[in-house]
């Protein structure tokens, strides 16, 4: 069945860097982009960014624009997320999903918690 | 960009009965665009339905979308117990790509 684990989350000071992991599983990974999806404490759902199943495009919400970076490691099934000049409204569960026909996310993972606080 | 509004806010139901959750865009954007998402407490968003009508793989067919331009809506024919929860809907702008999700409906037993 098809899997995405993600992991690196935690408690990061303002300013610092960290770096999100998504792991898939269950499907052919070159085939499918992989999107970003954050979701602040209480608060709706905010898209962050997409990497296209080759690699070859990756997109970004201006919000992280410049200081997010998405790249995928096709011989290893996953996706990252490198996260830099961190900020307190960073401070979110990231899910990792799965893109559906370019315009949906048709699978999720779990999530991880990120939490910028000095 | 393109902005979501959903409403109501909350949708206060007894199981049973019939939902309707609107989803209205502040410009036209193509039904095959435009998505629905289940979430509840603690969990990751389910996707129920996209290309505005269409159900995703393995949800019950109580889960119905339509609508078309601006104006969409999620209605759920018959609320089971496991309906409860927050949903959102979806949209895909291109040129460049960008993804925006309305503010949420939640869905609360009466």
């Known amino acids: 069945q098809v899997q995405l684990v993600e992991s690196g989350g935690g408690v990061v000071q303002p300013g610092r860097s960290l770096r999100l992991s998504c792991a898939a599983s269950?499907?052919?990974?070159?085939?499918?982009?992989v999107h970003w999806v954050r979701q602040a404490p209480g608060k709706g759902l905010e898209w962050v960014a997409v990497i296209w199943f080759d690699g070859s495009n990756t997109y970004y919400a201006d919000s992280v624009k410049d200081r997010f970076t998405i790249s995928r490691d096709n011989s290893k099934n996953t996706v990252y997320l490198q996260m830099n000049s961190l900020r307190a409204e960073d401070t979110a569960v990231y899910y990792c999903?799965?893109?559906?026909?370019?315009?949906?996310?048709?699978?999720w993972g779990q999530g991880t918690l990120v939490t910028v606080s000095s | 960009e393109i902005v979501l509004t959903q409403s109501p806010g909350t949708l206060s139901l007894s199981p049973g009965e019939r939902a309707t959750l609107s989803c209205r865009a502040s410009?036209?954007?193509?039904?095959?665009?435009l998505a629905w998402y289940q979430q509840k407490p603690g969990q990751a968003p389910r996707l129920l339905i996209y290309g505005a009508s269409s159900r995703a793989t393995g949800i019950p067919d109580r889960f119905s979308g339509s609508g078309s331009g601006t104006d969409f809506t999620l209605t759920i024919s018959r609320l089971e117990p496991e309906d409860f929860a927050v949903y959102y809907c979806q949209q895909y702008g291109s040129s460049p790509p960008a993804y925006t999700f309305g503010q949420g409906t939640k869905l609360e037993i009466k």
């Open positions: 269950g499907f052919t990974f070159t085939n499918f982009g």
């Open positions: 410009q036209s954007i193509s039904s095959s665009y």
């Open positions: 999903a799965r893109d559906w026909l370019t315009w949906n996310f048709d699978y």
